[in-house]
């Protein structure tokens, strides 16, 4: 029962370190998006997924993609739109078919791996507080600058038409 135990941590230290190394957890956890107790909801998160593998046979990454999703959106208010999920549900998956099928050796070197270049800790920084005036003076070269290069176009953009319940339809340009 001791081998099953440390195997059992591996994989749960594996699970640690893709949870902390993703960038999306981090900011969540450094902007205090799930409250007060953000870090505390990031450790229990991490035993959830594991303990959501052991329970459930033969996941699929979309499976578990949807259930990290849904933490992440019940617990610290986010939802995932810069597809990183795909990425950290693979990796979760490929770890726990090594721990599957007695690879304990390859999976202690990929959580090796994944603790030794640890990323840097994703740093969000507000930008300078700008005036008015020097963001109106801004405005108005982009304007300049967006005018000058439509000069050289000599087809003109189809105008914006109106969906039947009053949307305006964008097209991609040609």
Known sequence: MAASAASRELFTAGV?????????????????FGGAYAQQKADWMVDV??????????????EVEDFIAELMDQEFDTVVDDGSLPQVSGCLCHMF??????????????????TEKKA??????????QSDEE?????EAMECEAAGSSAHKTEAPPPPSQDEDGWTVVRKKK
Not at 98 to 107: H, I
Not at 120 to 129: F, G, L
């Open 16 to 32: 640690r370190a893709v949870l902390q190394r993703w960038p999306v957890l981090q900011i969540a956890v450094d902007n205090g």
């Open 49 to 62: 997924v594991q303990q959501y593998f052991h329970d459930n046979a033969d996941l699929q990454p979309c």
């Open 97 to 114: 078919a090594q721990w599957q099928q007695g690879a304990l050796q390859q999976l202690k070197q990929t959580v090796d791996k994944l």
């Open 120 to 129: 840097e800790r994703a740093k969000v920084m507000a930008p300078p507080a």
């Open 135 to 139: 963001s109106e003076e801004e405005t």
